[in-house]
C-alpha cells in the first residue's frame, strides 16, 4: 500500500520561511521519483521540484529557483521541501508526488501516487 502524508504548511508573511515535509510509506519498493506540485485556487497544477533518484536529477520551477531547496532522505523515505523568502504567489496547497517508474522530474505533477496536500497561506 502506498501512502504519503505532507506536514509543515501555514501561513507566513511574505519574506518569512517554511519547511514542508513528506512522510512516504511503501511496503515493497523504494520511490525513484519524488516531489511536490502546488496548485493554487483557479490556477493550474504547478510543478515546484522533484528529485529523481535514479538519474540524480533534480527539477526547480524558475518561480523558485534560488529560494526554495528539496532534499530527500532516502533511508527514510522522507522528503523535504525548503521555503525562504515566501511571497503572495507562492500561496497554494502543495501536494507532494512520488512514482517508482522512472520519470521527467519537470512533470511532477503527473507523479501517480500523491498525498492529501498541505496549504501554504503568505500574506503580503
Known amino acids: 500500500q502506498v501512502h504519503l502524508v505532507e506536514s509543515g504548511g501555514g501561513s507566513v508573511q511574505a519574506g518569512g520561511s517554511l519547511r514542508l515535509s513528506c512522510a512516504a510509506t511503501?511496503?515493497?519498493?523504494?520511490?525513484?521519483?519524488m516531489g511536490w506540485f502546488r496548485q493554487a485556487p483557479g490556477k493550474e497544477r504547478e510543478g515546484v521540484a522533484a528529485i529523481y533518484t535514479g538519474a540524480r536529477s533534480t527539477y526547480l520551477a524558475d518561480s523558485v529557483k534560488g529560494r526554495f531547496t528539496i532534499s530527500q532522505d532516502n533511508a527514510e523515505n522522507t522528503l523535504t521541501l525548503d521555503m525562504n523568502s515566501l511571497k503572495p504567489e507562492d500561496t497554494a496547497m502543495y501536494y507532494c508526488?512520488?512514482?517508482?517508474?522512472?520519470?521527467?522530474?519537470?512533470?511532477?505533477?503527473?507523479?501517480?501516487?500523491r498525498g492529501p496536500g498541505t496549504r501554504v497561506t503568505v500574506s503580503s
Open positions: 511503501t511496503y515493497t519498493r523504494r520511490y525513484i521519483c
Open positions: 508526488a512520488a512514482s517508482f517508474a522512472p520519470c521527467n522530474p519537470a512533470r511532477v505533477s503527473e507523479f501517480i501516487y
